[in-house]
């Protein structure tokens, strides 16, 4: 079949103009907006919403009903830039490579370049996705039918490959950050023993952690924190240079076209092969634009622009990669993919080789679906781009209590259990103290997807071909690929230090830093966690083992070479440490620890009065005291805050979603309380 | 804080509920409905969950709306637990739950993290009766139980402990087939795609309503599929009679009964439970209002046009058949233990 079969053509026009009929676009619209909406919201992604407006769809001729639907799951990450740039607290588990230089930006002042910047690119990497994808259809089928097991492997292993490149002037530190995510991955029940690992006998751990508390206590819980210490709000001086920054922003979109014409294909890609979800992908282009793009090993993290566009084009461009296995297979590319699927069901749609012949004009009416509502989606944003702005003129008394309540409520999506929390405040710990000490967090987040997904696609390749697997031309391409990504910016590290020679030579007397602290930890965690091993079914030992004392040596390695090296040779010249770096202001240290005894003490509040009184109560009472207590602010805004943010915060999670909230104390002390039906108390 | 406190009290004392409330009055003050789902949005048993809940509204009384709460974990335990353990018994709460961890105690006994007496919940009943099906690409060199027993066979699954798995464990007990299972695939959907790449020569489909059932049926009529055993009394329709029922190939009587003990498992299809202890009344409602629900013309329309199949079981009935599988005689029971059993390795 050739790409430019006039029935193609015939079917893709016929698609757009089924699309571009009034009633569908409003349903699109519509969609777009709703998307919009719950990507702000921490924690809360498009699945929650798809699910929720299904049944709604039911009615609709297909075209009208995937349109709504995908036009609410397309711009989801869109709405996720805001936070990200602004507070540099991405709102789910994608966005948060947009942290980097996006949240660098805005803090100098240049928020409203970034947004504008990261909604251009947005836009234009949604349109080559989806150009991608309407070009592609006809390969669908013979393309993903070679794509078994061991490519898919393969896939896993060249994703995890990109840890050198994310870990920047700190390589031993990023490759045990990315093992020790890989353990974290294999917590839970393994499917091929039945083994419980790792799970302390908990059934909520049974399915292993959970990815969108593990990534909001890792990065927006130390930012928050972080925040409450420096007490100002996100942006230094007044406003922005709003009007300029917009064009500059599109300017820099369209300056860097190819970059974000490779992110967009790379992140449709990934995104068609399922498990690979947006919580990798945009490290994955972030990590691809720092290798290729001029200088961008220097000023990357620093607030580079390229280091916005390339995560946003590419996360932007998953969903049409996504739709690739849901449409021809009836494999979900992602959880949100997974409720499309009902969907199509609902609408006498079978997935497979229907879907590019008799139904192809269904199909292309989804590729124009997703283009468009990128297109509506992102220009909303760009066009209120100057008002979303000076969302980072607000005090901090405001954003702190209520991002923390979004973000605690968010992580309780995870499975909707206590056990949410503590491994949000865990994570958070775990976080903050990686942030505080350098150690690169995107690793760990690397880990921890492709952990689980490299441990179970070995076990399919090594039980159904031996060792064979390793012999498929793709296989070895990506192989070989990995093996370059992983190597080059090693070796390239310990050539800027003068080779290992002069590596050696530069050790000196033993000294002791409070930012060997983490290493310490982690080595006593992960030390902890491979002598459990041996109580595993014997096939769920092989990977935890080998990760796990492949983390001990490198760990040691770390701690001794910092130990030992002379303070003089210390960091690789001109490399950047590739994650955030705590910044206090140069405040006092008393200060500092001071503020932060504060934040944590606010934030156990927080659990308490959840406990004790339920979510929303607590909630208002959170916001208001905050408010109050850390900042004084007049009492008539602090009502005005709390209840909007009250309210809100009800009618999205409790009215919309229906999230059931843990049992309270209140309720078992007082039989009562639970009749009155009291938002949140059960 | 004081204000609001007293009136705290007042109100609960207005609203405690009266001695003598009829069940009807109680569905009329209930305000809200909540339907538990034992796994996350967007699969198999949300569906059915959603769709019950927008319908038996209108079969109770006073029409209280239905939430919808999805409390995935460990297969279906967690929910399970916590309808037997805090779910309120006031017949204001039910759910959708796994069927494999009704029977999971009777089979699992120790290594389970249960903490119910599955016998103890009300059964409202299920949408369907499940049956299984065993399929193989039609290029593969195994295209029957026969085959197998002389060539090795590759079958997907996503764990050990999925009925996937366990079915051909089942088989391969039975009749000395040599099926080995591969385990680690995500979902249903990844393990039939990979029966469709070749990376594996089958696949057993535990519930034969799940969202491949059509593909299934359409790789059929193509020629890529063959069904190769049904796991079910009798031929289903859609299966037809010509792929033989599991007990068409037995080879002696006694196995019967561990068959039975297992459809009898899927014949809860996917059950809907109210928690242990809730009011004769009210639950003599639930379960009427089930019943209306089931044979509902909206919903059978809105079933039909969503692909579902229905076949439905009702409460009592299901209540009979729970009953039945834990009544199983030991000696039999010890057989299917050792078959279900996940093998140590």
């Known amino acids: ?682 | 804080m004081r204000l609001t406190l007293a009136g705290l009290l007042m109100s609960a004392s207005l609203t405690l509920p009266a001695a003598a409330q009829t069940a009807e009055e109680f569905y009329c003050d209930v305000g809200e409905m909540r339907m538990v789902v034992s796994s996350s949005a967007g699969g198999g048993y949300d569906t059915f969950g959603r769709l019950v809940a927008q319908y038996m509204s209108r079969h109770l009384p006073c029409t209280p709306n239905f939430v919808i709460e999805n409390m995935p974990g460990g297969g279906g335990v967690r929910a399970g637990n916590y309808m037997y353990d805090s779910a309120p018994r006031d017949g204001s709460t039910i759910a959708i739950i796994d069927r494999g961890i009704m029977t999971a105690p009777l089979l699992y006994g120790e290594s389970t993290e249960t903490t119910f007496n599955a016998r103890e919940f009300n059964l409202l009943g299920s949408l369907v009766k499940e049956i299984g099906v065993g399929m193989v690409r039609s290029e593969s060199a195994v295209q029957s139980i026969e085959d197998a027993k002389s060539t090795k066979a590759f079958f997907g699954a996503s764990g050990v402990e999925t009925d996937s798995a366990m079915y051909a464990r089942l088989v391969n007990s039975l009749f000395d087939a040599q099926i080995e299972t591969i385990t680690g695939y995500a979902g249903q959907s990844e393990y039939y795609l990979a029966m469709e790449q070749g990376e594996t020569d089958g696949l057993f489909m535990s519930g034969f309503s799940g969202p491949n059932r059509l593909q299934a049926l359409q790789a059929r009529e193509r020629g890529e599929v063959k069904f190769f055993v049904q796991f079910a009394r009798e031929p289903d329709a859609e299966i037809g009679a010509d792929v033989p029922t599991i007990y068409e190939l037995l080879e002696n009587e006694e196995d019967g009964q561990i068959i039975d003990l297992l459809l009898s498992r899927l014949t809860l299809g996917r059950p809907f439970i109210a928690p242990p202890g809730v009011p004769a009344d009210r639950l003599a409602m639930l379960r009427d209002a089930f019943a209306k629900t089931v044979s509902d013309p909206d919903l059978l329309a809105e079933a039909e046009r969503l692909n579902f199949r229905i076949s439905p079981v009702l409460g009592e009935e299901a209540q009979a058949q729970l009953a039945g599988v834990y009544e199983t005689p030991a000696p039999i029971l010890d057989r299917v233990r050792s078959i279900v059993a996940v093998p140590q390795q």
Request: proline share 5%; hydrophobic share 55%.
């Open chain 1, 1 to 682: 079949m050739d790409a430019a079969d006039p029935s193609m053509l015939e079917a893709a026009a016929s698609a757009l103009v089924t699309i571009l009929d009034p009633q569908r676009l409003v349903f699109l619209v519509c969609g777009v907006a709703l998307g919009l909406l719950v990507g702000i919201l921490p924690g809360i992604g498009g699945t929650a919403g798809t699910a929720l407006l299904l049944p709604f769809t039911f009615g609709m001729d297909p075209a009208t009903a995937f349109a709504f639907l995908l036009g609410l799951g397309a711009v989801n990450s869109i709405g996720d830039t805001i936070p990200a740039v602004l507070f540099g607290v991405a709102g789910g588990a994608s966005g948060q490579a947009t942290v980097l230089d996006g949240h660098q930006m805005a803090r100098r002042g240049e928020g409203g370049r970034a947004l504008s910047a990261a909604y251009s690119a947005s836009l234009m990497g949604g349109l080559f996705g989806a150009l991608l994808l309407g070009v592609s259809i006809p390969l669908f089928r013979p393309i993903l039918t070679y794509v078994q097991s061991p490519q898919l492997l393969a896939l896993s292993l060249f994703g995890i490959s990109m840890v050198a490149l994310l870990s920047g002037s700190t390589p031993l530190r990023g490759l045990a950050a990315a093992g020790f995510g890989i353990l974290l991955a294999l917590v839970g029940s393994d499917p091929s023993t039945g083994t419980s690992r790792w799970t302390f006998g908990t059934l909520y751990l049974y399915d292993g952690l959970p990815l969108v508390p593990v990534a909001l206590g890792l990065f927006a819980l130390p930012e928050l924190a972080d925040l409450a210490v420096r007490r100002t709000a996100f942006a230094r001086g007044g406003g922005d240079d709003v009007g300029s920054g917009m064009r500059a922003g599109l300017g820099d979109a369209l300056r860097n076209w190819f970059l974000i014409l490779r992110c967009s294909w790379l992140g449709a890609l990934l995104g068609a092969i399922p498990g690979i979800g947006s919580s990798v992908v945009d490290w994955i282009a972030y990590g691809h634009a720092m290798s290729t793009e001029k200088g961008a090993r220097r000023t990357f993290g620093t607030g580079d622009v390229r280091g916005v566009i390339a995560p946003e084009a590419a996360v932007c461009a998953k969903d049409g990669g996504a739709l690739v296995p849901t449409i021809v297979f009836g494999v979900p590319g992602s959880s949100s993919m997974a409720i499309l699927l009902v969907a199509f069901i609902a609408h006498g749609l079978v997935p497979g080789p229907d879907m590019i012949t008799r139904n192809l004009e269904i199909t292309y009416s989804m590729v124009w679906s997703l283009a468009i509502a990128n297109v509506f989606g992102a220009g909303i944003c760009f066009l209120l781009s100057r008002q979303l702005a000076k969302i980072a003129l607000i005090p901090f008394s405001i954003i702190i209590p209520v991002m923390l309540s979004l973000i605690v409520i968010g992580a309780f999506e995870g499975n909707r259990s206590w056990g949410d929390l503590y491994v949000l405040l865990t994570f958070g710990l775990i976080g903050w103290l990686m942030k505080q000490t350098r150690w690169p967090r995107p690793p760990l987040i690397l880990g921890l997807v492709l952990g689980g997904m490299i441990e179970r696609y070995l076990f399919i390749a090594t039980t159904r071909y031996g060792t064979s697997w390793l012999l498929g031309p793709l296989v070895i391409v990506l192989l070989t690929l990995a093996a370059i990504v992983f190597l080059v910016p090693l070796v390239r590290q310990i050539r800027e230090f003068g080779g290992v020679g002069t590596l050696v030579g530069a050790f000196g007397r033993p000294r002791l830093r409070a930012s060997t602290l983490f290493g310490v930890v982690l080595l006593a965690v992960t030390g902890y966690m491979v002598s459990e091993v041996d109580t595993f079914a014997r096939r769920a030992q092989l990977v935890p083992e080998l990760v796990g004392w492949t983390v001990l040596v490198v760990v040691a390695a770390s701690l001794a070479l910092e130990a030992f090296r002379r303070p003089a040779t210390s960091g690789g010249r001109g490399v950047i440490h590739m994650d955030l770096v705590a910044d206090h202001d140069g405040l006092a240290g008393p200060v500092i620890g001071r503020r932060l005894a504060r934040f944590f003490v606010w934030l156990l509040a927080f659990f308490a009065g959840m406990a004790t009184v339920g979510v929303f109560v607590t909630m208002l009472a959170f916001i208001g005291g905050y408010m109050r207590l850390e900042n004084r602010e007049p009492w008539v805004r602090v009502l005005m805050v709390a209840l909007g943010a009250t309210v809100f915060a009800y009618l999205v999670f409790d009215r919309m979603l229906s999230i059931p909230w843990p049992p309270t104390l209140i309720a078992d002390l007082v039989p009562a309380a639970r009749s009155l039906d009291l938002p949140g108390i059960r």
